[in-house]
């Protein structure tokens, strides 16, 4: 443990220590080089009344809200994604994929929840074309799966950004998605395990998703 001038103790507050070590670390995440990636948090995926509702969103929020704070008084870049569709994309199961419809561009289940902080507005809106996949990085060909990059690596490039800091929904689709190609793009990349949650189509899908960004070189906070 680190040694502090005195004078800070008082400042941590009826809480108590664990709770000041915990502000510290979360501040030593974010700096000018960092980007904190807040994926999804659409009234589809976080709202109970959303259509593919993700359970305890709500707590998402919670997190993300008090990461974007830390975030910005580091100076760190916040970056909110959009799942954003068509009405018809061969994504929902009514048209040959798997999903329910969601996250359709320009309506109240495409918004970011309205609880959300919203700080600064860089904004990146993934399948806007119909493309299929779930990294905020990339996009899919829904026929051919040939991918294309979408606008965030070069805005986070054009920033200076070597560190990504990522939570938001959902854990076993976007947000892996999106940490495992932060990775493989060479940023030093972070997820904040209790600011995601999954889906799980299948039980067991979150923690599984955890593991193997973990075992991909993303660190687990
Ligand atoms: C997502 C399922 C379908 C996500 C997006 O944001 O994780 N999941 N579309
Ligand atoms: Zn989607």
Sequence with gaps: ??????????ERGPSGPAEGQEREARHERYDPSTALLVVDVQNDFA?????????????????ANV???????AGAMVVYTQDWHPPVTPHFAKDGGIWPV????DTWGAELHPRLKVVHDERIRVGVG??????????????????????????????????????GLATDYCVRATALDAVALG????????????????PGDGQRAIDEMGAAGVALV
Aim: include cysteine; charge should be negative.
């Design 1 to 10: 443990m680190s040694e502090r001038p005195g004078g800070r103790e008082s």
């Design 47 to 63: 709202d109970p009344d959303g259509s593919l509702y993700v359970r305890d969103a709500e707590s998402v929020i919670d997190v």
């Design 67 to 73: 990461e974007i704070e830390a975030a910005r008084s």
């Design 102 to 105: 969601h996250c359709v561009h």
């Design 130 to 167: 119909g493309e299929d996949g779930y990294s905020a990085f990339t996009v899919a060909d829904p026929v051919t799966r040939d991918t294309e990059p979408t606008a965030l690596d070069s805005m986070l490039r054009a920033r200076g950004i070597e560190r990504v800091v990522v939570l």
């Design 187 to 202: 940023y030093d990349t972070t997820l904040v395990v209790d600011g995601a949650r999954p889906v799980e189509l299948e």
